[in-house]
């Protein structure tokens, strides 16, 4: 008996040492950051490994180096992405970017732009290239006590708004077709119109977008209600009135 609890005594000994000797600082790195420092330079190591802690996935990463032709230029894209949903465009990781469809994008927007007779004001014209953003569009007035709503990491008094409230990141990128590099979706702006007056939008679904240019599949369909707010009816006033408030998600 003494001779076998010598026995385990001895065992639990060796299995302690290994254990302490392998230690987190003695684990080595995974080797294709090393090659990519060796080829980037000094700090790309840590740096992928921050964007990984952060939620990028590293095999996406991993790959999307391996085949890229310009390394130094998709490091340099990913360092000044504005979000981690940015980010994983440039790695081809569409399944961790909510909102998006998977198939060929088709553009189904509006080819020209739109005048209001009843307004008579060119100011308050849908341009075309606002009109592109729709698939169809019609001239509205808000009436006094509604409000609107905006994501956005950019301009709280942006042309683009929406009457609903938005459930997720997903009904942004996906609903209203933004591109994850033209938002870093970390704002929610309201805006009421106030009492005794209306606000003039034009008002219609979206229509669909590239997630990002020379990309056709997977895209961004739009289809969700969405405002666009004329330059000049976004004056001193509106902005004034415009307020930041908690995200909905």
Known sequence: MKKNYSSLLLLWLLLSI?????????????PWLNDLETVIGQGTKTTVEGWISAGLDEEKTKQAFAKSGNKSGLFSSLKTAISIYDQRVYIEDWDQIPGIEKGNYIANGLKSGISNL???????????ADAANFVDAKADELPAGTKIYRVTGGNPAGGYWTIQVPGSVGDVIGGTAVRPAWNNFSKFYVYQVPVGQTLKVWRGTTAAQQIADGVINPFLAGKAEQLFIPFVVRDA?????VQEIPLPW
């Open 118 to 128: 009843k307004w008579n004001n060119p100011d308050l014209d849908l341009s075309a």
């Open 237 to 241: 006033v509106f902005k004034s009135l």
């Open 18 to 30: 290994s254990f302490i000797g392998c230690t987190d600082h003695d684990i080595e790195p995974s």
